[in-house]
C-alpha cells in the first residue's frame, strides 16, 4: 500500500496542468462586465488576468494600447457575460479584442506539477498566470516557451525567375512571422517597426528575418549564390524598455523564400508569465521559461529565422531561493544545398524578465538573443551566414513597480430571493440591493419600492431585473427559482441490536414514507445477516449459505405513514463479533416509489478469554458501558481496533473501580480486554456517531 501511495504521489507531481484562457470583447460602457467565448472555464471568485495582445485598429502603435493588462476577480457568471469585481480601465476598457486567463491559484502554496500555457492561437492563449495571497514555493517547471506569436501563412513559391528584391518592408506579406500589429491593413512605421514579426524572405532562396522583442530580431540572410548577392532581410526593431505596463508576446521569425517547396517556417515566439505573490521562493532545478523556439531548417531553399523570447514577471514583495529564468530568442535555421549557398535565417531576439523585487544572485535570468543559422553547399564543402546575424540579448529589469489593485470596487448591485426553491404552487420573495432604480422584466407583483413576489412556481423560471447604480451604469442580473420535487419515498430501516450467545434477539423493521399516501401502499422487506452469528427461530426466517435470510411484511395506508415488524433470531458463537443486518430488497406494489434502505448492525456481549480458550461468559470480571464511558472491577484495561492497534484513552480510579472515558472522535468497532489477575474478558463494541 506504502509503495501504491508513493507512486500515485510521483505520477501527480509530474501531471501537467494547462492554464486555461479564452477570448473576450464587448466590455459594456462602464467597464464592469465583458462577453467571453468559453464561460465555462472560470468560477465566481477566480482570479482572471485581462489582457490585449494586439493591435485593433490602423494607427493602434506602441503609443497607444497594445499590451495593456490588469489583474481582476470574477464576482457572477450569466450565461457568457462575466461580471468583475472592479471596473476595466480605459484603454482595456474600449477595447476590441481581449482574452481573460484564469490564474493558477496553488492551495498548499507549493507548485508540484508542471504548469503550461496553451499556444496562442490568434484569439487567445500564451499566458500564464499565477496568483497567491501567500508565499509560492516553485518546485516544478512553468512554461510558456513556444507559445507566443507564430507565422500565419507561408508562400511556398514566391518568383522562381528572378533575384530582384521585393522592396515591400512595411506590408504585411505571405510569410511574415506574426507580431503585435501584424495584421492586415495596418502599416509599421520605421518608428513601431518592433509590432511586426519577422519578415520572410524577399528575395531568391534568401532567409528568413529573426523575430524582435526586447532584443532586435536577427537579419535573414541573403539571396542563393546563383545570383548576385542582394542584401539580406533586416530584422525588425527591439521594442522600448519594458517596465510591465505592457505584456507582448515574442515575435516569431519569417519563413525563407522557398520555390523548391523546402523553405523553413519561421520559429514561434515565446509566451508570457505573469506570478503574483507575497514571496516567490524557488527550489532547486526550478525552472521558469519563455523562450522562442529555432526556425527551420531548409534543403535548397532559404530558412526560417528564429522566433523571439517572450516576458517573465515576478509581482512579489520578495524572491528568494536557486532557480533559473529564461526568455531566449529561437536560433536561425541552417540551409543545405547542393551546388549553391542558400539564406539562412537569423536569430530571434532575446526577450525580458522583470521583477519588483531584487533577485538573489542564485536566481539566474537568461535572455540572450538566438544565433544566426548557418549556409552550407556539398558541392563546394564550404559554410557561411550569407548576412544572416544573431537576434539582439533581451532585458533583464528588476526593481519595477507592483501592480495596484484598484483603491474602490465596482458598486454593487444584486438581485436577491428568500428562496430558489418553493413549495409546488408557493410563491416567493425577490428584492434589489444597491440598486438606484430597478426595471423587472418579467410578470411579478409589486410590494414596494425594491422587492416583488413572484407568480406561483409550477415549473421552474428565471426572473430578471435591469438595475442602475448610483454611477449611471445599468447592470442586468437573474435568478432561477423551481418548485421543489415531489419525492414519493420509503425508508426502510433496521434497528441495532446486542445480545449474549444463546439469547434471542428482537430484530425491529421501520417503514416509514415521505409524504401522505393516497392509497394502501403493501409490499416485503428482504433482510439477511451471517448464519454463524444469528439463527432464525420463526417460520418467517431460513438459512440459504452462510446467510442468514427473513421476509418482513408490511402495510400502510393513508392513516399511517410508518409502521415497525419484528422478528426473532437466535445468538450464536460465531467467528465475529459484530456483523450487519442488510437489507437486501424491498418489492412495493407502487412502482414510482423509490425506496432508501438503512442497514443495522448486532454486536456479541460478553466474549471473554480465559487460559487462552475463548469462553461465553467470565462472572469474575465486570465491564458496564454508559455512553463512552466504560466501568469495570479489573485491573487493567486495553482497547484495540479491529487492526489490532491498541488505541489511546483516559482512565482513573473511582469506588467503582477501573473508569475509562473514550476519545470522542472515535467511531466502528473496538475491542475492550480487561485483565484481572490471571482472567482475561474481550468485549466488542460498535461506536456510532453520537
Avoid at 436577491?416 to 410563491?427: L, P
Avoid at 420509503?490 to 414514507?513: E, K, N, Q, W
Wanted: proline share 4%; net charge neutral; aromatic share 6%.
Amino acid at each position: 500500500m506504502a509503495m501504491l501511495f508513493v507512486l500515485m504521489c510521483m505520477v501527480a507531481d509530474d501531471s501537467v496542468q494547462f492554464v486555461q484562457s479564452t477570448w473576450a470583447w464587448s466590455s459594456e460602457a462602464c467597464g464592469s462586465s465583458i462577453t467571453v467565448q468559453q464561460s465555462r472555464w472560470f468560477e465566481a471568485g477566480d482570479h482572471v488576468l485581462i489582457h490585449r495582445p494586439t493591435c485593433d485598429h490602423e494607427g493602434d502603435r506602441l503609443s497607444h494600447n497594445v499590451g495593456e493588462w490588469s489583474w481582476n476577480v470574477i464576482d457572477t457568471i450569466i450565461g457568457q457575460r462575466i461580471y468583475l469585481t472592479h471596473s476595466l480601465q480605459e484603454p482595456l476598457s474600449r477595447a476590441r479584442h481581449l482574452q481573460i486567463i484564469r490564474a493558477v491559484t496553488p492551495d498548499d502554496k507549493r507548485l508540484r506539477r508542471r504548469i503550461v500555457s496553451r499556444p496562442w492561437n490568434g484569439l487567445h492563449g500564451g499566458v500564464v498566470a499565477l496568483w497567491s495571497d501567500d508565499t509560492v514555493h516553485i518546485e516544478s517547471p512553468i512554461s510558456a516557451t513556444s507559445t507566443g506569436f507564430y507565422q500565419p501563412t507561408f508562400d511556398w513559391n514566391s518568383s522562381d525567375t528572378t533575384a530582384r528584391f521585393d522592396e515591400q518592408p512595411t506590408a504585411v506579406l505571405p510569410g511574415d512571422g506574426m507580431g503585435p500589429c501584424s495584421v492586415p491593413l495596418v502599416s509599421i512605421d520605421s518608428l513601431s517597426s518592433w509590432g511586426r514579426g519577422g519578415l520572410s524572405g524577399r528575395a531568391h532562396n534568401s532567409g528568413g528575418a529573426g523575430g524582435a522583442s526586447a532584443g532586435r530580431g536577427g537579419n535573414g540572410g541573403s539571396t542563393s549564390s546563383a545570383f548576385s548577392p542582394i542584401n539580406s532581410m533586416q530584422g525588425a526593431s527591439a521594442r522600448p524598455l519594458d517596465d510591465g505596463t505592457r505584456l507582448v508576446f515574442g515575435s516569431s521569425g519569417g519563413g525563407g523564400h522557398g520555390n523548391d517547396l523546402d523553405g523553413g517556417r519561421g520559429g514561434r515566439g515565446g509566451g508570457i508569465i505573469v506570478i503574483r505573490a507575497r514571496h516567490i521562493q524557488f527550489h532547486t532545478g526550478s525552472i521558469v521559461s519563455a523562450d522562442g523556439t529555432n526556425g527551420h531548417d531548409a534543403s535548397h531553399d532559404g530558412s526560417g529565422g528564429g522566433g523571439a523570447g517572450g516576458m517573465v514577471l515576478l509581482d512579489a514583495e520578495s524572491v528568494s531561493g536557486d532557480g533559473l529564468i529564461t526568455a531566449r530568442g529561437g536560433h536561425g535555421g541552417t540551409s543545405r544545398s547542393t551546388l549553391f549557398l542558400c539564406g539562412p535565417g537569423g536569430g530571434g531576439a532575446g526577450g525580458s524578465v522583470m521583477s519588483t523585487s531584487a533577485l538573489p544572485a542564485s536566481v539566474r535570468c537568461i535572455v540572450s538573443g538566438g544565433a544566426a543559422g548557418a549556409s552550407s553547399a556539398i558541392s563546394s564543402d564550404s559554410t557561411a551566414d550569407r548576412g544572416a546575424t544573431s537576434g539582439g540579448d533581451g532585458t533583464s529589469i528588476h526593481p519595477i513597480a507592483r501592480w495596484k489593485p484598484p483603491t474602490a470596487g465596482i458598486p454593487r448591485v444584486r438581485l436577491r430571493q428568500a428562496d430558489t426553491m418553493v413549495a409546488f404552487g408557493s410563491t416567493t420573495l425577490l428584492w434589489t440591493e444597491g440598486a438606484t432604480a430597478t426595471q423587472w422584466l418579467d410578470n411579478v407583483r409589486t410590494l414596494g419600492r425594491d422587492s416583488v413576489s413572484t407568480p406561483p412556481i409550477e415549473r421552474g423560471r428565471w426572473f430578471r431585473a435591469r438595475m442602475t447604480r448610483a454611477d449611471g451604469c445599468v447592470i442586468l442580473d437573474s435568478v432561477y427559482v423551481r418548485p421543489s420535487p415531489q419525492a414519493r419515498t420509503l425508508v426502510a430501516s433496521i434497528g441495532d441490536a446486542h445480545a449474549r450467545p444463546g439469547d434471542t434477539v428482537d430484530v425491529y423493521l421501520s417503514v416509514r414514507a415521505t409524504f401522505a399516501p393516497q392509497r394502501t401502499i403493501e409490499g416485503i422487506v428482504y433482510v439477511s445477516t451471517h448464519s454463524y452469528v444469528l439463527l432464525p427461530i420463526t417460520s418467517s426466517g431460513y438459512v440459504s449459505g452462510t446467510r442468514t435470510h427473513i421476509k418482513f411484511p408490511f402495510r400502510l395506508g393513508a392513516t399511517a405513514a410508518s409502521t415497525y415488524r419484528r422478528d426473532q433470531l437466535r445468538a450464536a458463537l460465531g467467528d465475529s463479533a459484530s456483523v450487519q443486518f442488510r437489507i437486501d430488497s424491498v418489492i412495493v406494489n407502487d412502482s414510482s416509489i423509490t425506496v432508501q434502505k438503512r442497514p443495522g448492525r448486532f454486536t456479541l456481549d460478553d466474549l471473554c478469554a480465559t487460559d487462552g480458550r475463548v469462553r461465553l461468559f467470565s462472572p469474575q470480571i465486570d465491564v458496564a458501558f454508559r455512553g463512552r464511558t466504560i466501568t469495570t472491577s479489573a485491573n487493567e484495561l486495553f482497547i484495540s481496533d479491529v487492526l489490532g492497534r491498541i488505541l489511546a484513552h483516559h482512565s482513573a480510579n473511582d469506588s467503582k473501580g477501573l473508569v475509562v472515558t473514550l476519545d470522542p472522535t472515535l467511531r466502528g468497532l473496538i475491542f475492550i480486554a480487561v485483565v484481572d489477575g490471571e482472567y482475561m474478558r474481550t468485549v466488542p463494541w460498535w461506536i456510532s456517531a453520537d
